[in-house]
């Protein structure tokens, strides 16, 4: 098992940035992949970024591009998504996902472990 836990959110203005931190504890030798997912209220949960955790390679959703940047920390086993330019349709709450095969990282199928969740508002 590996457990999650999001840390960061909060009220920003737009235009504003928010860093969120994801640490994971656990089982996380089998970690292969780490991603943000976020869902706004009334909306399905999208595919935000993901990381692979030993290449570092990185995915975005289109809007993220330009705007946020995944990293993150082997050593302390955690990630970050640092988010700049924020606006108000980036309101929602973001979810920091774990998988363990290889698989399509855009996809929330792809993860096998969920955090909580953390509050991302972002004020007009």
């Known amino acids: 098992q590996v457990q999650l836990v999001e840390s960061g959110g909060g009220l920003v203005q737009t235009g504003g940035s928010l860093r969120l931190s994801c640490a994971a504890s656990g089982r996380t030798f089998r970690t292969v992949a780490m991603g943000w997912f976020r869902q706004a209220p009334g909306k399905e949960r999208e595919f935000v970024a993901a990381?692979?955790?030993?290449?570092?390679?990185?995915l975005y959703t289109d809007s993220a591009k330009g705007r946020f940047t995944i990293s993150r920390d082997n050593a302390k086993n955690t990630v970050a998504l640092q988010m700049n330019s924020l606006r108000p349709e980036d309101t929602a709450v973001y979810y920091c996902?774990?998988?363990?095969?290889?698989?399509?990282?855009?996809?929330?199928?792809?993860?096998?472990?969920w955090g909580q969740g953390t509050q991302v508002t972002v004020s007009s």
């Open positions: 996902a774990a998988g363990e095969r290889n698989s399509d990282y855009t996809l929330d199928s792809a993860y096998d472990y």
């Open positions: 990381i692979d955790w030993y290449v570092g390679y990185t």
